[in-house]
């Protein structure tokens, strides 16, 4: 049961893998990434400003005790000159003190400064690298665009040939039959011209001799009329003979 389950579950994955590579466009993960190396670019950046903005104000608190260190040193010696030798010893600690804050702060900057050209190193190396990726990045849609154009096109013309392929088989269909055609109506004349085959124009019950006997008589009944026609004719030298029962002439 468990064997059964697994490969259910494996072969779901499966299909769930695919579909996803069906429904995923390469051109979007990519810009995808490249936002995400952008804003840790960002942030990278951000880091370098923050750090930068420390060192900078303990750079302004270590000035501004030495300006104090300067004022106490003064003061002290005044409070000396003035015979005030407890004021002097108290301006004098004062300035120990604060010269021992300078030299915190001085480590402390000393640590930022250290820490700031690292992540500025970081920094850059990171922004070429996302440029160098962003350079791959749009040569890699520009190629997939020209890729999926080119199939697009591929699909297009493989689906014209196979139309025209059907197109051409349609016309070949047609060449054929009206060959045939031709063919059966030639069969037909020759037929029909050496006799074997009736001509379905002619009237009914007719045949090549009844035609041939019918042609000798209208060939006979024209000579007949003729001759009709030429006893009709008037004699130029006087009346014809006409030849009695017994052949004989008479006037």
């Known amino acids: ?28 993960v990519l810009d995808y990434s490249y936002e995400q190396q952008r804003e840790m670019l960002q942030r990278v950046r951000r880091g370098v400003a923050d750090v930068a903005t420390s060192r900078k104000r303990v750079e302004l608190q270590v000035n501004q005790l030495r300006q104090s260190t300067g ?39 000393a ?11 970081a920094a850059q190396r990171l922004e070429a690298k996302v440029e160098a990726f962003r350079t791959r990045k749009e040569t890699i849609k520009a190629t997939y ?11 297009a013309v493989t689906g014209i040939g196979e139309e025209m392929g059907d197109v051409g088989l349609a016309m070949q269909r047609a060449q054929d039959k009206t060959e045939q055609l031709q063919a059966r109506a030639g069969a037909l004349d020759e037929l029909i011209a050496s006799g074997a085959l009736d001509d379905a124009t002619l009237p009914a019950g007719r045949d090549d001799i009844q035609a041939e006997l019918e042609r000798v008589t ?6 007949t009329e003729l001759a009709r026609m030429k006893a009709a004719l008037p004699a130029s030298t006087g009346p014809a003979a006409v030849e ?5 002439e008479r006037s």
Request: aromatic fraction near 0%; avoid cysteine.
């Open 1 to 28: 049961m468990t064997s059964i389950t697994q490969r259910i579950a494996t072969l779901f994955r499966i299909k769930a893998n695919k579909a996803l590579d069906k429904a995923e466009d390469p051109r979007e």
């Open 244 to 248: 009695g029962p017994e052949g004989k």
């Open 145 to 155: 665009t020209a890729a999926e154009a080119q199939t697009s096109i591929t699909e």
């Open 111 to 121: 640590s930022l400064q250290d820490q700031e050209e690292k992540l500025t190193l």
């Open 218 to 223: 209208a060939g006979s009944d024209v000579e």
């Open 71 to 109: 004022k106490l040193q003064g003061q002290a010696e005044q409070a000396l000159a003035m015979g005030r030798e407890d004021l002097a010893r108290e301006a004098l600690t004062r300035r120990t003190a604060v010269d021992s804050q300078i030299t915190d702060l001085e480590g402390q900057q």
